[in-house]
C-alpha cells in the first residue's frame, strides 16, 4: 500500500514556539529517498498567536481553521486509498486527522501513545493549550468547537487506548474515569511488558472496527533520550523501547489505516537526537505499509 505524507505545521495548541518546524525537518530528511508525495500545511505567518497563560481558549480559532484544511486533505488522501501518515506539528492536528479516518472508514478505533492522555476539556484544562484537548474532542467527550469541520462518526471511547501515559491533570483524571477509554501507563509497560501491553490494546481498539488511527507522540520518550519535544515528562521510555512499540504496531499493520508522529520540537532537540528517533520511525513505517501492507491478506485468499 501507498503512503503519503501529510506535513502538520502548528504549535498553536501549545504556549511554546517550535513544534510548527517539526514536519519541514522531517520531510527534509526523506526527501532524497521518499517516493512518495509529500504535502505541507503551515499556519499562516501573519496571525499573533497568543501565548498567555489565562487564556484559557489559546487559539481557538486560529486551530479551527488550520485543522479544517488539514481535515480536508486527510480526506482527499485517504479516499485515493493511501495511508497517510501525519507529521506535526502539536498534538491538536490529530483531531483532523484521527477524524477524517473515521469519516472515510466509519467505525475506527484509536491508539493514542503519549505520556499525556489529552483528555481536558475547555472547563478541566488549566493551561488553556488546546493540545492537551484532543482525545477528549475525537471521542466526542465535550470540545464540540473543535471537531465543527467534522460531520461523521466520532471515535468510541470504548475503542480508544492510551499507551504511556504518566503525566495526568487532577481534574482531566475525572474526565477519563467517566469516559469508558483505557489508558496504560508508562508503569503498565514496564511491569506488564509492551508486547503485552501492544496486543491488549490491539484488541480494544480493534473490536468491531473496521481499521485504527495510530497517534505516536513522541514525549512517550524520556527527555534525557528524546528532548525535542515541547512539554517533556520524566521517567519515560528509553529508544529501544519506543522502537518495540512500533514494532507491535507494525506487526498489527494491516489493521491500521493511519498514523500520527506529532510534537517533534527541532527548538528543543539537542544535537538533532529527538528527530533521529523520529525519522526511524517514520522510516521503518513507510518501509512497513509500502512493502507489506495489504499483501498478507493477498496471500491468505488465495
Ligand atoms: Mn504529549
Redesign the pocket.
Known amino acids: 500500500m501507498k503512503t503519503v505524507l501529510i506535513g502538520a505545521g502548528s504549535d498553536l495548541g501549545v504556549h511554546i514556539d517550535g513544534a510548527k518546524f517539526g514536519p519541514t525537518q522531517l520531510m527534509n530528511d526523506m526527501k532524497s529517498t521518499y517516493q512518495g508525495e509529500m504535502i505541507t500545511l503551515s499556519q499562516k505567518e501573519n496571525i499573533i498567536k497568543s501565548r498567555n497563560l489565562s487564556d484559557r481558549r489559546k487559539n481557538e480559532y486560529e486551530i479551527d481553521q488550520f485543522n479544517t484544511k488539514l481535515y480536508e486533505i486527510e480526506v482527499e488522501q485517504l479516499k485515493k486509498g493511501l495511508f497517510p501518515i501525519t507529521l506535526g506539528g502539536d ?1 491538536s492536528v490529530a483531531i483532523a486527522s484521527s477524524l477524517a479516518d473515521s469519516l472515510v472508514h466509519e467505525e475506527i478505533g484509536m491508539i493514542w501513545i ?3 492522555t ?1 483528555y481536558n476539556t475547555f472547563e478541566s484544562t488549566v493551561t488553556g493549550n488546546i ?1 492537551g484537548l484532543p482525545c477528549a474532542a475525537i471521542n466526542g467527550y465535550k470540545c464540540n468547537e473543535l471537531r465543527k469541520f467534522h460531520n461523521g462518526n466520532i471515535i468510541d471511547p470504548r475503542k480508544t487506548v492510551i499507551v504511556g501515559a504518566r503525566s495526568i491533570d487532577n481534574w482531566e483524571k475525572d474526565n477519563i474515569k467517566y469516559s469508558g477509554i483505557t489508558v496504560f501507563t508508562t508503569q503498565d509497560l514496564k511491569e506488564k511488558g509492551i508486547k503485552t501491553v501492544m496486543d491488549e490494546a490491539f484488541k480494544i481498539a480493534g473490536n468491531r472496527t473496521k481499521s485504527i488511527h495510530i497517534s505516536y ?1 513522541l ?2 520518550i524520556d527527555p534525557e533520550i528524546a528532548p525535542g ?1 515541547s ?1 517533556p515528562e520524566v521517567d519515560g521510555i528509553n529508544e529501544e523501547e519506543a522502537m518495540t512499540i512500533l514494532k507491535e504496531i507494525l506487526e498489527h499493520i494491516e489493521e491500521v489505516s493511519s498514523m500520527d508522529i506529532v ?1 517533534l520540537n527541532p527548538l528543543r532537540d539537542i544535537e538533532r537526537k529527538t528527530e533521529q528517533i523520529a525519522l526511524n520511525i517514520l522510516a521503518t513505517t513507510i518501509q512497513k505499509v509500502e512493502q507489506e501492507k495489504g499483501i498478507k491478506k493477498f496471500e491468505k485468499k488465495y
Open positions: 498534538h503519549d505520556a499525556h489529552d493540545h507522540d514525549d512517550i519535544v512539554v510534537e
